[in-house]
C-alpha cells in the first residue's frame, strides 16, 4: 500500500482514456472501478473506505461483488474520494466540477456523449402514464412481498427496480411525467431505506431516505415528504438518539398537519408515541396514543397511500409495543388483540407482536406463556432477514432461559 489511510487516493489520469475504464465509468461498474484503483495506486480498502466514506466493510463487499451501488450521493462519494477527472466524472453520470471547461482537453468525447445524452432522454420519452403505472405497481408488489419475507430476500429485485426509476427519472423531460417518476422514486426508495433499517446498514438507510425527501419535495406531495421524512427518524432511534427522533417527529407533523390526510397523521402520532416510549418519556407516549387514536379514520385503507397499512388492530399493535415499556397492564390484551387481527401477510410485524407480548407476559411472571410466542417470533425475524428484530428477541430469549430456570 502506498501512503497512509489519510492520503489521498492518486490514480494517473491516463488510466481514465482506457476504453475499459471508459466502459467501467458507463456502466458505473463500482467494483471494477475500486479494482482499478486498487491497481494502478495500491489503494488499500481501508484507505478506500476512508476516501469514500463507505464502511470497510460495505467496500469489501463491492469489490467482492456482493453489494451494488445505486444511490447518487455515494456515487458522487467514490468519484470525489477516487479523484475522477471531469470527463470521467461525466461519463459516471456525474456533472463536471469545472463548469468553464467541463470537459478539459477532451474534445474528442464531445459527440459521443451528446450521443449518449440524447439516446437516455429519447429512452425516457418512452415513458408514459401508463409505464409509471407499471413501475408504481412493481413498487408496491416489492411492498408486499418485503412485509412477508422481509427486505434481504428480495435485495436484487429492489435494486434493479431503483435504478430503473432511477434512470428513467434522471432524463425525463415532461414536467408531469417527471413528477410522477419523483413520487414513485420517492416511495421506492422510502422502502429501501427501511429494508436497510432491519438489517442494521444504518448509513444506507439515511441515504435512501435523503434521496427519497429530494424526491418527494420535487413531487410536491406533502403527505409523501412527511411520512418519508418520519420514517427516516427510525435511525436515529436505532443510532439512540430518542430524543432527536421526538423532536423531528412533533415538527414534521405540526409542519404537515393542515396538507395530509388522517391516516397519516394517526401513523405520525403513533411514531411520536413509539419514539416518546423508547425515551422513557410515559406522558408524551400516551398523549400521542391517545391521539392517534382519535385521529384514525373509519372504513378501508386509503388507496392513495400505498405505503400506510394502518388500522385499529395495528394501531393496537403499535400501542402494545410502547406500553409494554412502562409495564402497563393492559399490554398483553392489547396485543392479544393485535395478533388476533393479523391476516397471516405481515410476517416481520407479527414477529414483533409476538416479541411484544412475550416481553409483556415475562414482566407479569408468565415466562412459559412468554416462550412459546419468543420462539416463533424468532422463527418470522430469522425468515425475513430482520437482525433489528433478531437482537431484542434474542435479549427476550435468554430472560425467558433464565426465569423458567
Known sequence: MHGNAFNPIEIPAWVWDRDESQEILKNRDVMALFNLAVKYSGASQIRLSTATG???????LIIRGRR?????EVYERIATGLGLPDHARMLFGLAPLDLASPTGDHGDN???QADELTA???AATAIDPVMVMILTTETNNLRLMDRRVGGVAIAEKMRAQIAQVERAHRHAVRPGIRAQLAQVLAETSSLAGWQAIHTGALNDAWDHYEQAKAAA???DDPAVLAYVSAEQTYVLMELGRPAEATEL??????THRDHIPDLLRTWLSAAEAEAAAILGDETTCRAALDQ????LPAGDADASMPYLSLDAHHLARWRGNCLVRFGDPGTVEDLRSALAGMDGTYNRAESGVRCDLGHALLARGEPDAAQPHIQRAQQLATMTGSRRQRKRIEELARAVKRSLR
Do not use: K, W
Open 110 to 112: 464531445h459527440q459521443e
Open 68 to 72: 451494488q451501488v445505486t444511490d447518487l
Open 249 to 254: 417527529l412533533q415538527y414534521i407533523h405540526a
Open 292 to 295: 392517534a387514536a382519535a385521529l
Open 120 to 122: 437516455r432522454i429519447e
Open 54 to 60: 463507505i464502511a470497510q466493510g460495505h467496500v469489501s
Open 217 to 219: 419535495r420535487e413531487a
